[in-house]
């Protein structure tokens, strides 16, 4: 197997002058630096990870500042990737949390600049089948945009041979100024499972709106959601998704969580793009899904 390429090799092929620009970030991970008209972004090739996105003066990711930066461990915040499972593996105990995608290095495939956005396409193809959940010929692609928006399609390829079956799900973190204070529209009368209660399934009432531990898989969602926060509103845009999930840990998770401070719990709401349980994809051979979120500061 190739080894990985280095920073001075992917900065002679893909670096934009000005543009984007890779280097060496926490931990000496590769990361991808973009500055555009509008946006400044993070992308590190572990995980295809995105870590930040500044746009109108407000970072919309949250990022622990406890985040592990190492190989073997996923980044805390920013958009981590899970597939080709969602959570627990269903009959493994010993798979990793989400799937494997998060804690592998991805292959740039292309940077573009394109009027005032910038594309940047990251692959993971691994060489080998991946136990039975990954078999040889399925191509894992984060196809990202970084314009006035944040766009992200993971892109999943099927030439394995045989129909593919997988989750995903773009577990995004997003910044906010007091959780307490956050509502999230766009899912009332939209059935959820309640994870914080036996699976439980409920209807949503309104907006989602925090006062504990919260952690909630809606299902057959609308396209669009949005966070409010008392200061500004975060538009989040979907194609090809089904579920959405919402997380925030409170108290006493936040602090079982050795990656995570404390009180960082009021300081962040997951709001993730998914295609899980009931919403699993089943993908023919020869066939391509992308599933796309599109983050926007409203
Ligand atoms: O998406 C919510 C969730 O499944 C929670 O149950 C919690 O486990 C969270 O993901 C974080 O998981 P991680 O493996 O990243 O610590």
Redesign the pocket.
Known sequence: MNAPPTVDHLQAEFGLTGIVHFEPGEGGLICARVRTRHAQAVIYLHGAHVTRFVTGGRDLLFLSEKSHYQADT?I?GGV?ICFPW??PHATDSSAP??GLARTRQFAVESVAARDDDVEITLRLRPGQPIGDAWPLGVTLRHRIVIGSSLEMNLEVENASGAPFGFEE?L?TYFAVNDIHRVEVSGLDNTEYLD?TDGMNRKKQVGPVRFTGET?RVYLATPATTTIHDGECDIEIATDHADAT?V?N?WIAKAAA?PDFGDDEWQRMV?V?TANCGRHAVNLPDGMTHTMTARLSLK
Request: glycine share 6%; aromatic share 12%.
């Open positions: 996923p805390r981590p969602f959570g949390m989400h799900a577990h994870k952690d999930v997380w840990p969580m997951c993730e």
